[in-house]
């Protein structure tokens, strides 16, 4: 291991580092004058879109593959991949914060972003549970600050703090929890985990380790019961910060979740077929699926407001992707992460849409949604894009997402006589998912079918917020039309890596 | 070249939504040009098919690679009953266009939505593979909501979202029965021929079937679960009920009969009678809801639920004749359907902003509208089962098929079919002739029917009239295509 090998390997992250440092540099330099200028978030964006496309380039270009110090650093496919999907929903973040009311201090917002990508990206990046922690710890303390930037909004200082408390114990489980497997298997890497599991039996302290960890878990993928604190956050935080804390670090936790389970904790499975249960990390996953299924599709239909909406159906998708994690195999965690790539595109765009609106009627009401359609047609048709696709219909990319991911939970674990064990997983999941349509019906019901109030300010899209959604609609679409542009790379790199 | 006929669909409804709003006009002739296209293309299809004996089955094949990781493909056919099929779709679409001429409200919105739905079925009734079939299934769920919320009349807000939630959920069921056979046949491919010649476990079969059948049935309005059809089709515009009532409940008798049937045969002989039960139940039940209406339009959604109970029933004889009539059913209803909502959404409802029989009662419509009365007459006398229309040859052949079958069942249905004559006779008295004394009363003065409603009406009424003359040209073809391995093992 020499310094030269770290620095390559590490050389996107370290990309987005200097940015983010030359874009506080700036801000400082600027703040004797007017700091809270247009300008001055022109510059701060430009500057981190540059960062994180060189970043990218690098990614797509850096020939380097394999994994150093005891897999601290990995590099594959597979990480190249989601490093790349995550810098791409943090270019969208970022050019949604140019569409927010400028705040003081603009550039420590994009710096603090671009910390959290770089968090992200190491939790992606990495199979040693130290790192991982490290990753997850600053990709936590970055997201917030970020859903505490409003200083001056209490409801924003409420979701922070209330981030902070949850964040901050879930954290605490997670070490111990972690501390115990270490303590089990003695080794701090994933792979030499799933080694010892598979040697050993499931021992009671090895037991409290895993659940420890699944708490952890749990709190960063916002799975019943340890959810409570999405909808206030995403209520409470900036839309921009609370995009990216519904998508990028979503599929950050997803698929961190998914690499621990498959590589770690191999062997320690148990089953949770209809009536054969054993006793192992797949039964706890999958009562978090079915609450998160239930509590969450249920929650969002009473919800008035679009940003609490999207926080609970956010709990139900994760409801649904852990049950295809409980089948425990490759094939099932490319639908995973597939899953989670495309809710993660249309949450952006989702996002996208109630910050243009929240900027234009100061509310994200059902009502503050009215008569959209005539003021910003194509920003509505993106957000009808975005919401059919994330109640499952086809054309568009959810359908296929959801077909794929149920199938590969149905096809998990067979129950005595050849009949499928998760049917039971898979209904409620598809019962749930045909709910969902009807929230999502309610808010396009409002920006098609209702007229605007008299006096109601009008919705004006920037050219930015206006292509940034529509690019993202149309990735719907195609990606809808025609998955195997995302699920060949997927399938390829999850064969290379498992 | 079959697959055109989805596609000329979608095109339309793609250039509609470029359209500039304001050229309401082109927008209607888009419409028009792209219904009768795809109408062209079913047309072709009907003569070019080979019949006779040594004729493929499955004709105008496409195979193309989709989705290859799961084996999925584009996968496209023909037999018969898709081309009968596709000949309604196709009639339905151009007189649906020509019935909605008058929108006014976003017409290019309105026939994008229209032409999504119409491709949707040809999709449907073309493909051969489970999870574009799927597709195609789904697709139509989201058009049908924006249609019937955003240009519905009465209560449409509820009437949408029950139907949707509905259709959603009846899907939801045949998803996981399509998932579950999927994994259990471990093939690694979604084509239907393939999944069909599996031979999956009597336990798996015996709920795998009742949970797909059912979730078909409800799109073709099986009681007990038929209560979002009369709401939906009352709320909706009238292209949308023609569509609603023509082409879209057939979807689900369609994919009962094309994939839950050959898929699980054991689980279809364990749970045939219960079924056909609740389709003879749903006959009887529907002609009796029908005649308690005072709402024009809710009689003929009620007769609808009616009519398909007949379609559901003839499927669940397993007979060449039930099967066979039930397909000419699907047929001769979708066109009767359609031009019974034709007439009472376009013609009378437009007009006089009343559906309440009472009321158009005292409205002489007779005199009024001469071409309206008229045309529901023959509607109505169709509708009933009169010989000589197109539903007097499917129902009778169903009721023979089922008393070879089920012949107990008839109990429930024959007073089903002199109950239908009761509400339509009843309905058309009160409606158009309510005012039957010879006094000469103000005739009230209303709009003359237009000429695309008077074409539409006369292509409707010629093809019911000449379906019941000369059935055999679609028979044969139904019957033809009972040789596939797809269809005989259904037969006993």
């Not at chain 1, 054309?395 to 006589?417: E, I, N, V």
Request: net charge neutral; aromatic share 12%.
């Amino acid at each position: 291991m020499n310094y030269i090998e770290f620095t390559v390997f590490l050389l996107p992250e370290i990309v987005l580092l200097v940015t983010a440092l030359a874009v506080i540099g700036i801000d400082c330099a600027r703040r004797g004058k007017a700091a809270t200028g247009a300008g001055g978030t022109l510059a701060s964006a430009s500057l981190c879109a540059a960062g994180i496309l060189v970043a990218a380039l690098i990614i797509l270009i850096m020939p380097q593959e394999g994994r150093i110090a005891g897999g601290m650093l990995v590099l594959d496919p597979l990480t190249r991949l989601f490093k790349l999907v995550l810098l791409a929903m943090t270019l969208v973040a970022v050019l949604m914060l140019m569409e927010t009311r400028p705040v003081r201090h603009v550039g420590e917002n994009f710096a603090v972003m671009l910390f959290a990508a770089i968090g992200m990206m190491l939790v992606v990046g990495t199979e040693e549970l130290l790192v991982l922690f490290i990753g997850l710890e600053l990709t936590g303390i970055s997201l917030y600050v970020l859903v505490g930037f409003a200083r001056s909004d209490i409801r924003s200082a409420e979701a922070a703090l209330k981030y902070f408390l949850f964040g901050s114990v879930s954290a605490a489980f997670l070490l111990f929890g972690l501390s115990l497997i270490y303590g089990f298997s003695g080794s701090t890497e994933l792979g030499e985990i799933g080694v010892a599991m598979q040697a050993g039996g499931m021992e009671p302290l090895l037991a409290v380790g895993l659940v420890m960890t699944l708490v952890g878990f749990g709190f960063k993928v916002a799975a019943v019961p340890f959810h409570l604190w999405a909808p206030d956050v995403y209520q409470g935080a900036p839309a921009p910060a609370a995009a990216l804390v519904a998508s990028a670090s979503k599929v950050a936790g997803f698929f961190i979740l998914a690499k621990v389970l498959l590589l770690g904790f191999a062997g320690a499975e148990g089953g949770a077929a209809w009536g054969g249960f054993q006793p192992g990390w797949v039964p706890l996953i999958g009562v978090m699926a079915a609450l998160s299924m239930v509590v969450g599709n249920l929650a969002a239909l009473v919800q008035n407001r679009v940003r609490r909406l999207l926080a609970y159906s956010g709990i139900g998708h994760a409801g649904f992707m852990l049950i295809a994690l409980m089948a425990a195999t490759p094939a099932a965690l490319a639908s995973v992460l597939f899953y989670v790539v495309i809710y993660g595109l249309t949450t952006l765009g989702a996002f996208g849409v109630v910050t243009v609106v929240l900027r234009a009627r100061e509310g994200d009401r059902l009502s503050d949604f009215a008569g959209m359609s005539r003021q910003a047609p194509l920003l509505s048709f993106s957000m009808l894009i975005f919401f059919v696709s994330l109640a499952g219909l086809p054309p568009l990319a959810g359908f296929f997402g959801k077909f794929y991911l149920f199938t590969s939970a149905m096809g998990a674990q067979a129950a005595p006589g050849g009949q499928p064990g998760m049917l039971w997983l898979v209904l409620l999941a598809l019962v749930m998912s045909a709910i969902s349509l009807y929230y999502y019906l309610l808010v396009l019901k409002q920006i098609f079918f209702v007229e605007a109030a008299e006096g109601t300010p009008v919705i004006r899209a920037s050219k930015t917020g206006t292509w940034t959604c529509s690019i993202l609609a149309a990735a719907t679409i195609v990606l809808g039309c025609y998955p195997g542009i995302l699920l060949g790379p997927i399938r390829l790199a999850v064969g290379a890596a498992f | 070249m079959i697959e055109w006929t989805f596609i000329s669909a979608f095109a339309g409804a793609a250039v509609l939504l470029l359209l500039p709003p304001h050229r309401k006009m082109l927008a209607r002739i888009v419409a028009l040009a792209a219904a009768c296209i795809g109408f062209g293309i079913a047309l072709a299809a009907f003569f070019l098919f080979e019949r006779g004996a040594g004729a493929e089955p499955f004709q105008f094949v496409v195979e193309r690679d989709w989705i290859p990781a799961l084996g999925i493909g584009f996968h496209l056919a023909a037999d018969g009953i898709s081309l009968v099929l596709l000949l309604l779709t196709g009639v339905i679409a151009i007189t649906g266009v020509l019935f909605s001429w008058n929108i006014e409200k976003s017409p290019k919105q309105f026939f994008a939505l229209f032409l999504i739905i119409i491709g949707g079925a040809y999709g449907v009734f073309v493909s051969f593979d489970l999870f574009l079939f799927l597709v195609f299934y789904e697709i139509v769920i989201l058009p049908k909501y924006l249609l019937i919320a955003g240009w519905g009349s009465t209560n449409r807000e509820y009437g949408a979202m029950k139907l949707t939630l509905y259709s959603i959920l009846g899907s939801a069921l045949v998803l996981a029965a399509a998932m579950a056979a999927y994994v259990v046949a471990g093939l690694g491919s979604f084509n239907l021929f393939e999944l069909a010649g599996v031979a999956y476990a009597p336990a798996f079969q015996a709920w795998a079937f009742p949970m797909m059948f059912l979730g078909f049935a409800v799109l073709a309005g099986i009681w007990p679960f038929h209560t979002w059809a009369p709401t939906g089709h009352v709320a909706a515009p009238t292209a949308a009920s023609m569509l609603l009532a023509g082409v879209v409940m057939k979807l689900g008798a369609y994919g009962a009969l094309r994939v839950a049937m050959p898929f699980f045969p054991e689980g279809l002989e364990q749970w045939r009678i219960p079924f056909a039960v609740l389709a003879a139940i749903g006959i009887l039940y529907g002609a009796l809801a029908a005649l308690a209406q005072r709402d024009l339009k809710f009689v003929i959604g009620y007769s609808s639920i009616s009519h398909m109970g007949f379609v559901l029933l003839g499927l669940l004889t397993l007979n060449t004749l039930g099967i066979g009539g039930a397909v000419l059913q699907m047929f001769s209803h979708g066109i009767i359907a359609a031009l019974l909502f034709a007439v009472v959404g376009r013609m009378v409802y437009d007009r006089t902003h009343t559906r309440e029989l009472a009321d158009l009662g005292k409205l002489r419509l007779s005199r009024a509208l001469p071409f309206a009365a008229v045309t529901f007459t023959v509607a109505s006398a169709a509708s009933m089962g009169l010989p000589g229309f197109s539903g007097f040859i499917a129902e009778l052949t169903i009721l023979l098929g089922a008393w070879d079958s089920i012949p107990l069942l008839l109990l429930l249905v024959g007073p089903g079919v002199i109950i239908t004559v009761a509400f339509t006779l009843k309905a058309l008295q009160a409606s158009f002739f309510g005012d039957n004394t010879d006094s000469p009363g103000t005739v009230p003065a209303l709009p003359p029917i237009s000429a695309p409603e008077r074409v539409g009406a006369i292509v409707l009424m010629a093809i019911a009239l000449a379906v019941g003359l000369h059935p055999t040209p679609l028979l044969d073809l139904i019957l033809g295509s009972f040789d596939s391995a797809l269809m005989s093992s259904l037969l006993k």
